[in-house]
Protein backbone atom coordinates (compact mmCIF):
# COMPACT_ATOMS: atom_id res chain seq x y z
CA UNK A 1 0.00 0.00 0.00
CA UNK A 2 1.49 3.53 -0.97
CA UNK A 3 2.07 6.07 1.82
CA UNK A 4 -1.14 8.58 -0.53
CA UNK A 5 -3.10 5.60 0.06
CA UNK A 6 -2.73 4.76 4.06
CA UNK A 7 -2.88 8.53 4.52
CA UNK A 8 -6.49 8.53 2.46
CA UNK A 9 -6.88 5.34 4.78
CA UNK A 10 -6.07 5.92 7.53
CA UNK A 11 -4.74 9.39 8.32
CA UNK A 12 -7.65 11.74 9.39
CA UNK A 13 -8.36 8.52 12.00
CA UNK A 14 -5.18 9.06 13.01
CA UNK A 15 -4.86 12.52 13.87
CA UNK A 16 -8.17 12.46 15.61
CA UNK A 17 -7.53 9.54 17.62
CA UNK A 18 -4.61 11.00 18.84
CA UNK A 19 -5.84 14.14 19.32
CA UNK A 20 -5.39 18.04 17.22
CA UNK A 21 -2.59 20.17 18.12
CA UNK A 22 -0.69 18.34 20.90
CA UNK A 23 2.43 16.87 19.83
CA UNK A 24 2.88 13.24 18.95
CA UNK A 25 5.23 10.88 21.13
CA UNK A 26 4.92 7.30 21.81
CA UNK A 27 3.36 7.62 24.96
CA UNK A 28 0.28 9.77 22.99
CA UNK A 29 0.29 6.85 20.32
CA UNK A 30 -0.36 4.47 23.19
CA UNK A 31 -3.04 6.58 24.97
CA UNK A 32 -4.53 6.60 21.63
CA UNK A 33 -4.56 2.78 21.11
CA UNK A 34 -6.36 2.75 24.69
CA UNK A 35 -9.36 4.98 23.36
CA UNK A 36 -9.34 2.99 20.24
CA UNK A 37 -9.83 -0.22 22.62
CA UNK A 38 -12.71 1.49 24.59
CA UNK A 39 -14.40 2.50 21.73
CA UNK A 40 -14.18 -1.12 20.11
CA UNK A 41 -15.50 -2.49 23.66
CA UNK A 42 -18.79 -0.84 22.82
CA UNK A 43 -18.49 -1.61 18.94
CA UNK A 44 -15.75 -4.96 18.45
CA UNK A 45 -17.13 -5.29 14.85
CA UNK A 46 -15.89 -1.53 13.78
CA UNK A 47 -13.31 -2.41 10.55
CA UNK A 48 -11.95 0.35 10.16
CA UNK A 49 -11.30 1.24 13.93
CA UNK A 50 -9.57 -1.95 13.94
CA UNK A 51 -7.43 -1.22 10.72
CA UNK A 52 -6.42 1.82 12.60
CA UNK A 53 -5.03 0.52 16.00
CA UNK A 54 -3.03 -2.23 13.81
CA UNK A 55 -1.60 0.85 11.84
CA UNK A 56 -0.82 2.35 14.77
CA UNK A 57 0.91 -0.50 16.71
CA UNK A 58 2.80 -1.57 13.83
CA UNK A 59 4.16 1.23 12.02
CA UNK A 60 3.58 4.65 14.00
CA UNK A 61 4.88 3.42 17.74
CA UNK A 62 7.73 1.33 16.67
CA UNK A 63 9.02 4.36 14.88
CA UNK A 64 8.06 6.89 16.99
CA UNK A 65 10.20 4.61 19.71
CA UNK A 66 13.15 4.25 17.59
CA UNK A 67 13.05 7.98 17.16
CA UNK A 68 12.63 9.00 20.70
CA UNK A 69 15.51 6.23 21.31
CA UNK A 70 17.58 8.27 18.37
CA UNK A 71 16.96 11.28 20.63
CA UNK A 72 17.79 10.02 23.67
CA UNK A 73 21.06 9.26 22.18
CA UNK A 74 22.07 12.27 20.78
CA UNK A 75 21.02 14.63 23.65
CA UNK A 76 22.48 17.83 22.74
CA UNK A 77 25.16 16.23 20.15
CA UNK A 78 24.48 16.22 16.34
CA UNK A 79 25.96 12.64 16.03
CA UNK A 80 26.84 9.21 17.21
CA UNK A 81 28.41 6.27 16.32
CA UNK A 82 26.62 3.00 16.45
CA UNK A 83 29.00 1.16 17.51
CA UNK A 84 29.41 2.70 20.52
CA UNK A 85 27.08 5.38 20.89
CA UNK A 86 28.34 7.58 23.88
CA UNK A 87 30.64 8.46 21.13
CA UNK A 88 30.58 11.95 18.62
CA UNK A 89 31.86 11.80 15.26
CA UNK A 90 34.84 14.27 15.25
CA UNK A 91 37.05 15.51 12.31
CA UNK A 92 40.51 13.66 13.19
CA UNK A 93 43.70 14.79 11.69
CA UNK A 94 45.39 11.36 11.17
CA UNK A 95 47.28 10.78 7.56
CA UNK A 96 50.25 12.01 6.39
CA UNK A 97 48.50 15.33 4.56
CA UNK A 98 46.44 16.21 7.49
CA UNK A 99 43.23 15.39 5.48
CA UNK A 100 40.30 16.13 8.08
CA UNK A 101 39.16 12.76 8.40
CA UNK A 102 34.98 12.05 10.23
CA UNK A 103 35.38 9.22 12.79
CA UNK A 104 33.91 8.57 15.96
CA UNK A 105 35.91 9.63 18.98
CA UNK A 106 35.88 11.91 22.25
CA UNK A 107 37.20 15.28 22.94
CA UNK A 108 40.24 14.74 25.47
CA UNK A 109 41.59 17.59 28.05
CA UNK A 110 44.16 17.49 30.46
CA UNK A 111 45.51 19.70 32.87
CA UNK A 112 49.20 19.65 33.50
CA UNK A 113 51.81 21.33 35.77
CA UNK A 114 56.00 20.42 35.14
CA UNK A 115 54.57 17.72 32.54
CA UNK A 116 52.30 15.88 35.25
CA UNK A 117 49.07 15.58 34.53
CA UNK A 118 47.22 16.79 37.31
CA UNK A 119 43.34 16.14 36.15
CA UNK A 120 41.60 15.03 32.88
CA UNK A 121 38.26 14.89 31.53
CA UNK A 122 36.87 13.76 27.98
CA UNK A 123 33.88 14.91 26.73
CA UNK A 124 31.47 14.00 23.69
CA UNK A 125 32.14 18.32 22.45
CA UNK A 126 34.37 18.42 19.79
CA UNK A 127 34.92 22.12 20.59
CA UNK A 128 37.04 22.61 22.58
CA UNK A 129 35.47 25.95 23.86
CA UNK A 130 33.00 24.53 25.40
CA UNK A 131 34.70 22.01 27.50
CA UNK A 132 36.47 24.63 29.83
CA UNK A 133 34.28 25.27 32.48
CA UNK A 134 33.33 21.20 32.52
CA UNK A 135 37.01 20.41 32.80
CA UNK A 136 38.33 22.73 35.20
CA UNK A 137 35.28 21.89 37.55
CA UNK A 138 36.09 17.99 37.08
CA UNK A 139 39.48 19.12 38.28
CA UNK A 140 38.62 21.09 41.35
CA UNK A 141 36.48 18.20 42.52
CA UNK A 142 39.78 16.27 42.30
CA UNK A 143 42.11 18.78 43.56
CA UNK A 144 39.71 19.19 46.95
CA UNK A 145 37.91 22.33 46.00
CA UNK A 146 41.34 24.40 44.38
CA UNK A 147 42.07 25.14 41.57
CA UNK A 148 45.95 26.30 40.01
CA UNK A 149 46.24 30.17 40.21
CA UNK A 150 47.15 30.73 36.61
CA UNK A 151 45.14 29.07 33.37
CA UNK A 152 46.92 28.70 30.63
CA UNK A 153 45.15 27.47 27.13
CA UNK A 154 45.39 28.37 23.59
CA UNK A 155 43.10 30.10 21.30
CA UNK A 156 40.28 27.09 21.06
CA UNK A 157 38.75 28.37 24.77
CA UNK A 158 38.59 31.81 24.36
CA UNK A 159 35.20 33.04 24.55
CA UNK A 160 32.95 35.38 27.03
CA UNK A 161 31.83 32.33 28.70
CA UNK A 162 35.06 31.17 29.63
CA UNK A 163 36.59 34.20 30.79
CA UNK A 164 33.94 35.13 33.33
CA UNK A 165 34.39 32.07 34.72
CA UNK A 166 38.02 32.17 35.54
CA UNK A 167 37.15 35.91 36.76
CA UNK A 168 34.40 34.34 38.91
CA UNK A 169 37.20 32.12 40.22
CA UNK A 170 39.59 34.47 40.51
CA UNK A 171 42.27 32.68 38.35
CA UNK A 172 44.96 34.41 36.46
CA UNK A 173 43.49 34.46 32.58
CA UNK A 174 46.27 33.53 30.03
CA UNK A 175 44.33 31.88 27.50
CA UNK A 176 44.06 33.08 24.10
CA UNK A 177 41.17 34.11 21.47
CA UNK A 178 41.03 33.33 17.79
CA UNK A 179 42.20 36.72 16.37
CA UNK A 180 45.16 36.87 18.93
CA UNK A 181 48.22 36.51 16.77
CA UNK A 182 46.54 38.27 13.80
CA UNK A 183 45.76 41.77 15.70
CA UNK A 184 49.50 42.15 15.96
CA UNK A 185 50.28 42.06 12.17
CA UNK A 186 50.61 45.21 10.31
CA UNK A 187 47.89 43.77 7.78
CA UNK A 188 45.38 42.94 10.35
CA UNK A 189 46.02 47.04 11.78
CA UNK A 190 45.85 48.60 8.50
CA UNK A 191 42.86 46.86 7.44
CA UNK A 192 39.91 49.64 6.85
CA UNK A 193 37.35 46.95 7.24
CA UNK A 194 37.57 45.66 10.50
CA UNK A 195 35.80 46.86 13.41
CA UNK A 196 38.52 47.06 15.63
CA UNK A 197 40.25 50.15 13.60
CA UNK A 198 37.46 52.13 13.28
CA UNK A 199 36.75 55.14 15.65
CA UNK A 200 33.77 54.60 18.11
CA UNK A 201 32.38 57.97 20.29
CA UNK A 202 31.46 57.32 23.16
CA UNK A 203 29.32 60.27 23.90
CA UNK A 204 27.15 59.67 20.26
CA UNK A 205 26.70 56.13 20.68
CA UNK A 206 28.26 55.67 17.26
CA UNK A 207 31.40 54.33 14.82
CA UNK A 208 32.90 55.62 11.85
CA UNK A 209 34.41 53.32 9.71
CA UNK A 210 37.48 53.13 7.62
CA UNK A 211 35.61 55.67 4.58
CA UNK A 212 34.22 58.35 7.00
CA UNK A 213 30.67 56.97 7.23
CA UNK A 214 29.02 56.56 10.58
CA UNK A 215 27.25 53.78 11.90
CA UNK A 216 24.93 54.89 14.82
CA UNK A 217 22.88 52.39 17.22
CA UNK A 218 19.85 50.52 16.54
CA UNK A 219 19.35 48.14 18.66
CA UNK A 220 19.80 45.45 21.58
CA UNK A 221 19.76 41.18 20.94
CA UNK A 222 20.24 38.66 23.27
CA UNK A 223 22.51 35.77 21.75
CA UNK A 224 22.65 32.31 23.27
CA UNK A 225 25.24 29.98 22.60
CA UNK A 226 25.24 25.68 22.90
CA UNK A 227 25.78 25.46 26.61
CA UNK A 228 23.28 27.84 27.09
CA UNK A 229 25.36 31.36 27.92
CA UNK A 230 23.65 34.64 27.00
CA UNK A 231 25.49 37.30 25.81
CA UNK A 232 24.32 40.74 25.18
CA UNK A 233 24.81 42.22 21.37
CA UNK A 234 24.38 45.79 20.60
CA UNK A 235 23.88 46.64 16.97
CA UNK A 236 24.94 49.18 14.90
CA UNK A 237 24.02 50.30 11.17
CA UNK A 238 25.27 52.49 8.67
CA UNK A 239 23.06 54.90 6.80
CA UNK A 240 24.46 54.66 3.62
CA UNK A 241 27.03 52.31 1.70
CA UNK A 242 26.56 52.87 -1.65
CA UNK A 243 29.87 55.60 -2.61
CA UNK A 244 32.16 53.34 -0.21
CA UNK A 245 35.15 51.69 -1.94
CA UNK A 246 35.28 48.68 0.27
CA UNK A 247 32.07 48.04 0.07
CA UNK A 248 32.44 44.38 -1.88
CA UNK A 249 34.61 43.59 1.20
CA UNK A 250 32.99 44.67 3.69
CA UNK A 251 29.10 44.07 2.94
CA UNK A 252 28.84 40.39 2.15
CA UNK A 253 26.20 41.38 0.28
CA UNK A 254 27.79 44.14 -1.88
CA UNK A 255 26.52 43.65 -5.03
CA UNK A 256 22.78 44.71 -3.41
CA UNK A 257 22.78 48.68 -3.46
CA UNK A 258 19.91 48.51 -0.57
CA UNK A 259 22.02 46.75 2.17
CA UNK A 260 23.09 48.36 4.81
CA UNK A 261 26.74 47.90 6.63
CA UNK A 262 25.97 45.97 10.12
CA UNK A 263 27.81 45.08 13.01
CA UNK A 264 27.58 43.59 16.31
CA UNK A 265 29.32 44.50 19.44
CA UNK A 266 29.56 42.38 22.40
CA UNK A 267 31.12 45.04 25.40
CA UNK A 268 31.64 42.74 28.02
CA UNK A 269 33.27 40.02 25.72
CA UNK A 270 35.36 43.08 24.23
CA UNK A 271 36.55 44.29 27.67
CA UNK A 272 37.27 40.49 29.06
CA UNK A 273 39.30 40.29 25.74
CA UNK A 274 40.86 43.54 26.79
CA UNK A 275 41.42 42.10 29.82
CA UNK A 276 43.26 38.87 28.49
CA UNK A 277 45.40 40.49 25.73
CA UNK A 278 46.82 42.65 28.27
CA UNK A 279 47.99 39.70 30.36
CA UNK A 280 48.95 37.70 27.38
CA UNK A 281 51.14 40.48 25.96
CA UNK A 282 52.62 41.00 29.85
CA UNK A 283 56.09 40.04 30.70
CA UNK A 284 54.95 37.36 32.89
CA UNK A 285 52.26 36.46 30.22
CA UNK A 286 55.06 35.81 27.26
CA UNK A 287 56.28 33.51 30.50
CA UNK A 288 52.97 31.77 30.68
CA UNK A 289 52.68 31.66 26.98
CA UNK A 290 55.69 30.07 26.47
CA UNK A 291 54.79 27.04 29.12
CA UNK A 292 51.71 25.85 27.36
CA UNK A 293 54.00 23.90 24.18
CA UNK A 294 56.12 22.30 26.43
CA UNK A 295 53.57 21.46 29.12
CA UNK A 296 50.51 19.82 27.87
CA UNK A 297 51.78 19.19 24.02
CA UNK A 298 54.96 17.41 25.07
CA UNK A 299 52.36 15.36 27.27
CA UNK A 300 49.87 14.56 24.83
CA UNK A 301 53.09 14.15 22.46
CA UNK A 302 54.50 11.11 25.25
CA UNK A 303 51.00 9.57 25.41
CA UNK A 304 50.58 9.63 21.50
CA UNK A 305 53.81 9.65 19.87
CA UNK A 306 56.16 7.39 22.05
CA UNK A 307 53.80 4.74 23.44
CA UNK A 308 51.68 4.41 20.93
CA UNK A 309 48.07 5.72 22.40
CA UNK A 310 45.78 6.58 18.99
CA UNK A 311 43.18 4.75 19.56
CA UNK A 312 40.77 4.28 22.79
CA UNK A 313 39.90 -0.12 23.32
CA UNK A 314 37.44 0.21 25.23
CA UNK A 315 33.77 1.65 24.31
CA UNK A 316 31.73 3.80 26.54
CA UNK A 317 32.08 7.03 27.93
CA UNK A 318 32.69 5.91 31.51
CA UNK A 319 34.87 2.86 30.70
CA UNK A 320 36.84 5.37 28.09
CA UNK A 321 37.28 7.75 31.17
CA UNK A 322 38.78 4.93 33.08
CA UNK A 323 41.09 3.80 30.27
CA UNK A 324 42.51 7.20 29.58
CA UNK A 325 42.78 7.75 33.50
CA UNK A 326 44.76 4.62 33.42
CA UNK A 327 47.44 6.20 30.52
CA UNK A 328 47.89 9.46 32.75
CA UNK A 329 48.90 7.45 35.67
CA UNK A 330 51.46 5.21 33.54
CA UNK A 331 52.99 8.25 32.59
CA UNK A 332 53.39 10.26 35.35
CA UNK A 333 54.92 6.85 36.46
CA UNK A 334 57.30 7.05 33.63
CA UNK A 335 57.76 11.18 34.32
CA UNK A 336 58.37 10.46 38.15
CA UNK A 337 60.84 7.89 37.03
CA UNK A 338 62.80 9.76 35.02
CA UNK A 339 62.60 12.77 37.59
CA UNK A 340 64.11 11.03 40.00
CA UNK A 341 66.74 8.84 37.82
Known amino acids: MTNQKENEEY ?38 LIKVKR ?22 RNSYSKTDTDATFMRMKEDAMKNGQLKPGYNVQIGTENQFVVGYSIHQSAGDTSCMKEHLEELKKNLGGKLPANIVADAGYGSEENYEYLAQENLGNYVKYNTFHKEATAKWKSDPTLVQNWLYDEQKDEYTCGFGKVLRFKYIKSQKSKRGYRSTIRVYQSDDCQECPYRKRCIKQGNNPNFKKQIYINPKGNELKAEARANLTSEYGLKMRSLRPIEVESVFGDIKGNFGVRRFILKGLEKVKLEWGLHCIAHNMRKLAAVLG
Open 11 to 48: GDRNLEELGEEKPISSQAIEEAVKRIDERLSTNPKEKK
Open 55 to 76: FLLKDYLPRMKKYEKQEELLAE
